[in-house]
């Protein structure tokens, strides 16, 4: 958590403000709501007031920033741990029950049972307390009601905590237009009481269920602390349980439960979404390159956002980049972001390379087993009087990237012991837990795709800008990396698209990273188009490399698909 | 004085106008004239004619007539009909006394849901009256194509970068005519009817939106491929409930987001069509809105409502600027250069211009200014020109403007200057059709880098393509 920026944390502070206010406004509207008197309509609006104002209100206040406290809690460290890397089912199955999901889904059963209890006691229900005076005995008796709805706030909870964290993908996802975020939060408030609403269907009806068969447990251990008697009929009885109504209750609150975690959700993500403006230059904030090179975290997201508005809307910022350093007249702005751009760029590249280079494996297997085994060149010392240029780092790292292959008897055994591992893993059975998932991998690397786009997008606009804007002709020396980069990114996409080539457990089924990946297709091939067509006049003076030029050459003629 | 009175006289019987160039207004001969003797600059452009008998049969509400009716059992005959046409359709099914003659019973009830429904659907039309009309008619009510329902072009889009020019004929296709191959690949799938408006994705060779009843239909069409027919696996459908017909699509200019709109909708949504999701944009006030227009720099868009309200959003806030058209709602809007924009009002002959909307000139009182009156005259030569405005066309460097006419069937073209905030306005000349061809749309050219051309789809099916050449050294 703390190695995560100040400016996400200052988001979530600001998050948890805005939710208190925005739950407060929703439970007085409730209580005006349950109040609803049109005959008396003073004594209806005295006693909200009434309500407004008394203990129990802020008390239940206090209780709901509790709970969005949790939630602040939850949703930082869901954001800023990166994407879990579970390639195999056995992985996946022991991460469900690690320490931190433990706690999580006792957070959330909490917080089902805090939001139940109040909006039950906002409504001046007689089912809060689990207690009552008996009627025939002489005594205290078991409310089953309260008990049952008590329990009920907690299965919600847990019901959202299985849905959304242990079988959904948490994943930020930034809207592609920002409006404000009064606007944002109506345009989407009448979906999400509908929503609400809808989504508490099945796990009431679960619920029920639940209750019909083990709900005769928890009623006797209660009344068994208590010491209290039962006189009511039980609601482990199809027929009492209808009768009673109180599953219409529970449907209310959970539908309630579920409005105030969907609200909080749209509140959490307008406010971390929010873009986001980086100087250039600056000696106390955080610059734009510096949020850029901080890969896979949220502060370069909101950096890669703002990379692209800044191409598109900002010409002051644009006129910076393209200024040269006082004293040294060095394109210092421009160098360094271009590296951290090109570093995500790389960075990302690699990665699809990994998987494509995946595919041919079996045919590089073949290769190094029946080649000769290659002879590491022995560093020529220099001798005489010339000196040695070369740094003698550079010599050290070549004898590391030859590999030595030295036969033991130890890498044999291990070797066996690999091969044994492997064909093991091969069996039906045993595959189905330890073999690699189809996908995993090119999913979690394809979810990680959006600021690779907004990197691209961005970078290409300030590249085409340069054409009238740069002055002393900073950007041109750096066009043809530029391109290259991007050549390269859009050969390893096309790669994964083209039928045939890619292996089977690279072929997608999950409809994000699908989408996600014809989203940054486009987006590369549309910012190489943005630099080709900018530059179309000039571009055969640019000093490309053959292989780019040709890469580029369906570009120029406007031939791409 | 109008202003026609000083346009070139219009060709003489039995000839027609080629092209502009410089100064010289171009005519020859209807039938052995060509454009070629005056100009090689459109001669790589595809020909094309859209006669009637290229178009594909079509299963529209008038045909199916044709069909003979198979007497089902009445189960079968509502579940069908619920299938294709929705409840209420079937309510009504089995509430039809001549279809319904075995169960009163369910007619009764059908009849009485019914009942309750209908006072559902006056309380919403009451509402929201803008929902009342039904898909079709709404688009041809909005339409700023020449009839559009009966036409044999609906609409025409010119590719940003290269010569290549998509129509949506009368069959609901969308033909793609290329300058440098020869055939035409002919979009059509099964969701794609009552196509509306067309338009490509700039920094893209492939992409076109098609707006349409249902939704969008976003086509990618390979420029290398040979498929005459692509299939509709490479067609997506963006589309949202209660966001149809799809009224205009139009790309930013930067080929990023897509905005569409529907005269039944009062939001438009910004699509971001890689991940299929969408954002409306709405405000209160105003009904539906018929289309929007980004600017050329992609900063702002103008949106019109079918009502005298129109916005004029800004594309980094996402605020609107709200404007109101006297008398009625806005038929045509272009941009130009320095983010002015050009709108007309229905059934008025005035262009008014909005430039620099509220930021430079202190706010408030910033009013739109008319340019050009183009009231309805007589020619000398017997023609008549000018009266209430259906379409307007701005060619992409702001030199030329082209106006088509309600009641008239002359298209005039003006030449357009802007000096310091300020356009004026001059005659340049205008593009009859031959015999009694009737102009249905028009679209510039957006690459034409020797001065201007100007497609126009007549009713006869034919486009005719008009270059305004125009020489630096002149």
Known sequence: METKSKIFSQRLVKAVIWNICLQTILAILLVFFIQIDLIHPITWITSTFNDIFSWKMSLNIVLLGLVSCFQAYLYGSQYSMPVPKYFTRISMFLNMFSLQNIIFSTLYALNGYFTMSLYSSLAKSNFNVLKKKCENYDGQCLIEQSLFLQIGGMWMGLHYFTKSHLFGAAVLTFPHIYQEKFQQIKLVISNIVSMGFQHSITPVAYYCLFYFVWGNKPRSVVSDVYSLYLEDPPLDNIINLISSGIWIGLWFYASLFFISIYTMKTVFNVVLTEPMKFPIESNKDMTLATALSERLQFTSYLGALDLKNLSRTDPARRGQIFTLSQPGRHPKNWNNLLEKCLYIINEFNKELESINRDSCTVDNGIQSKVGFPKVAPSPTRYTGSLRNMASPQLLELKTQNTTIVDDTLATAVKDEFNSFLQKLCQKPGISYFFGELVDTKLKFILIQAQPVMWTCEGLAYIVSSSLKEDQYGIVQHDLPTVLAAFVSLKQNLDKLTKPGLVPRKHILNDALAIKNRSALLSAVKRSLYKIVLTFSKYIHEIPLDPDVLTAIQPFILCKEP | ????????????????????????????????????????????????????????????????????????????????????????????????????????????????????????????????????????????????????????????AWHPHTTKIALATADDNVRVYCSEVSFVSTLKCKAQGHVSSLSWRPYSASEIAVGCEQGVIVWTVDPNSMFTKPSSSNAVVLKRSGHSPVTDVSWSPNGDLLVSCSGADTSMLVWDVGMETAIPLRRVAGGGIVFARWSLNASKIFAATSSIIFRVWDTQQWTPERWCARGCRVVAACWGPKDMVLFAAKSEPIVYALSNSGIMNGAKTTKAQPVVD????????????????????????????????????????????QMMMQLSVTPCCFISGIDNEVPTTMAFQQNFTEGACLSIAWSSGRIQHFPIIYTENY
């Open chain 2, 1 to 156: 004085m109008s202003i026609f009175n000083s346009f070139p006289d219009l060709p003489g019987p039995g000839e027609t106008a080629f092209c502009k160039i410089n100064q010289t207004y171009c005519c020859g001969n209807v039938r052995y004239g060509n454009i070629t003797t005056f100009t090689n600059s459109t001669k790589q452009h595809p020909k094309i004619n859209v006669t009637k008998d290229l178009h594909h049969h079509r299963l529209s509400d008038e045909n199916i007539t044709m069909y003979v009716d198979v007497e089902d059992n009445l189960l079968k005959k509502i579940t069908s009909v619920w299938y294709k046409q929705g409840f209420l359709e079937a309510l009504s099914v089995a509430a039809d006394p001549n279809v319904n003659r075995e169960s009163q019973v369910l007619a009764i009830t059908a009849s009485y849901v019914l009942k309750v429904t209908n006072l559902f659907t006056t309380l919403r039309y009451f509402m929201q009256p803008h929902l009342k009309d039904i898909g079709p008619k709404i688009v041809s009510n909005y339409s700023r194509t020449r009839n559009w329902s009966s036409s044999s072009v609906k609409c025409i």
């Open chain 2, 374 to 417: 183009v009231t309805k005259v007589e020619l000398p030569s017997g023609e008549a020109v000018g009266g209430p405005i259906l379409d307007m066309s701005w060619d992409p460097t702001g030199s030329y403007l082209a106006v088509m006419y309600e009641e008239t069937h002359l298209i005039s073209v003006f030449c357009t200057t």
